[in-house]
């Protein structure tokens, strides 16, 4: 640290690139990152080690950890935002994984959206955290590989990681042939290019290697150094700085938990005075058509009404009239009757036309008689028009009041503009951890760790459904060895951490370097 950049080992060339990255990988990240920030950007080393196959990822365990990805950068899913092709320009995948299966990216993105919906309600540390996770317990995630030779010549791989030495064969890198955990290394040195690595067990032989360079054996002993070191004091009680950065973590994290909270309720305030509001308005437009449609009945009852009324008038005059034409044919018989017909024939004729008057005028008075009943009637459809209009007055009457009385409801329950916005600046907001808090919070992340392991298990369902649906879609010939050796390991039911022997945190002898 104390020598100029340009003093060390590196190219020439112009302009020159360096990558701030992480020597040292944790074996729990979610116990051993503390601070976020620390926690984001090593998030983003792994994933680009990821992408660039520096770190060997199944296709199912990618798409998986693409749908954190997605989650940690885009936040929850808005089908109304994230529409189809969303994802066209975004780099989530392995490009082995992607030629190895006959999928457009259409299929990919679907597949990915499908994980991504299900993670909604997860911050962006939460998701990058739960990406770690998974990608801390794949086969060469933190594994630094060195080309060595043994005794024999024979080429092989020295990989140097949180746990220990292992060493590979070159055309394996997922399973070591041999490992030494850190705890079960008495001494580690080097001599010009040869490097020495003594067993705590004395019966075990020593396992000597060479490397190509001398500053490679240099590059080995500070990792083995460096990692050693972390390995014993993870198995160590935290020191006084290390307890209070955790202790100030959870107290970030339970104050971020506490805000994320009352956002949600806020939102979920705002989206219930939205939906009353929304119903309101429904309410209040369906009673508005309720009103438009008594208008419109009322309009047509008075028309019915007039109508009856003009028919009843025209046929009470044409009854009149029928009555008056009566009364005349009535007259005229008398008129006849009372004439003298002197002669015979005069009075048959007479005679006849008396009967002819006579039938004319019982005829006329039937007529009258129809006439008058029809009246009656028009006049009883008149009074039945008349009260359908006062009914139809009285309901528009009756929507109108409850039309006013909704817009006033409506005015009362909608948004206030009053309603306090939430303050994220710090001086705002105080919280006060007392020992009751800390001890709710304790039991949330027991639950939280059971919870973990109930998604765990589903999550392994899930890459399991996942692998077996691509499976048909998959081009064989274009399998890579590490596919090929993953899938043998899978089938043998080999991990990352049945193959490497766990180191107990007892019985530990100091190493000597």
């Not at 005794?151 to 042939?177: Q, S």
Request: aromatic share 6%; with cysteine; charged share 35%.
């Amino acid at each position: 640290m104390d020598k100029k950049v340009l003093d060390h080992d590196v190219p020439t060339e112009e302009p020159k690139t360096f990558h701030f990255l992480a020597k040292f990988y944790p074996e729990n990240a979610e116990e051993e990152l503390v601070q976020e920030i620390t926690q984001h950007l090593f998030f983003l080393q792994v994933k680009k080690q990821i992408l660039d196959e520096k770190i060997f990822c199944p296709p199912e365990a990618s798409v998986l950890l693409a749908s954190y990805a997605v989650q940690a950068k885009y936040g929850d899913y808005d089908p109304n935002v994230h529409k189809r092709g969303f994802l066209a320009q975004e780099e989530l995948l392995p490009k082995r994984v992607i030629n190895l299966y006959q999928m457009t990216p259409e299929m990919w993105e679907e597949r990915i959206t499908a994980w991504y919906a299900e993670h909604r309600g997860r911050a962006r540390d939460e998701a990058e955290m739960e990406y770690l996770k998974i990608a801390q317990d794949l086969e060469m995630y933190g594994v630094n590989y060195f080309a060595i030779r043994n005794k024999k010549g024979t080429e092989l791989l020295l990989g140097v990681d949180a746990l220990g030495l292992h060493i590979y064969d070159p055309d394996n890198r997922l399973t070591p042939k041999i490992s030494f955990p850190w705890n079960e290394i008495r001494n580690i040195s080097y001599s010009d290019k040869e490097f020495t690595i003594k067993p705590l067990d004395k019966k075990i032989d020593v396992f000597k290697f060479n490397s190509s360079k001398l500053r490679v054996n240099k590059l080995i002993l500070q990792l083995c150094i460096g990692n050693h070191d972390l390995f014993m004091r993870r198995r160590k009680a935290d020191s006084l700085e290390v307890q209070q950065m955790k202790a100030q973590a959870r107290e970030e994290k339970a104050r971020k938990q506490m805000e994320r909270q009352c956002l949600a309720r806020e939102k979920q305030m705002r989206e219930e005075a939205e939906r009353t509001r929304d119903e309101l308005e429904r309410r209040l437009m369906q009673l508005k058509e309720e009103a438009t449609m008594a208008n419109e009945a009322l309009m047509r009852s008075e028309e019915t009404a007039d109508l009856l009324a003009e028919k009843a008038q025209i046929t009470e005059e044409e009854a009149k009239l029928l009555a008056q034409k009566a009364a005349e044919a009535e007259q005229e018989m008398q008129r006849i009757k009372a004439t003298a017909i002197r002669t015979e024939e005069e009075k048959r004729l007479m005679e006849q036309k008396v009967l002819e008057a006579e039938m004319l005028a019982l005829k006329m008075a039937e007529e009258s008689e129809r006439r008058a009943k029809e009246a009656d009637q028009l006049k009883q459809d008149l009074q039945e028009a008349r009260e359908s209009e006062r009914r139809a007055k009285q309901k528009l009457l009756e929507i109108t009041s409850k039309s006013s009385y909704t817009s006033m409801n409506s005015s009362t329950t909608a948004l206030p503009t009053d309603l306090p916005s939430y303050n994220l600046i710090s001086e705002s907001l105080s919280f006060d951890f007392k020992d009751t808090d800390m001890k709710r919070l304790s039991m949330e992340i027991e639950k939280e760790k059971v919870e973990y392991m109930e998604r765990s298990k589903h999550l392994q369902e899930q890459l399991n459904e996942l692998k077996t649906e691509i499976e048909a879609l998959k081009l064989k010939e274009r399998e890579t060895a590490l596919d090929i050796l993953h899938n043998e390991n899978s089938s043998r039911g080999n991990s990352k951490h049945n193959t490497i022997k766990k180191p107990q945190a007892q019985g530990r002898r100091p190493i000597c370097i």
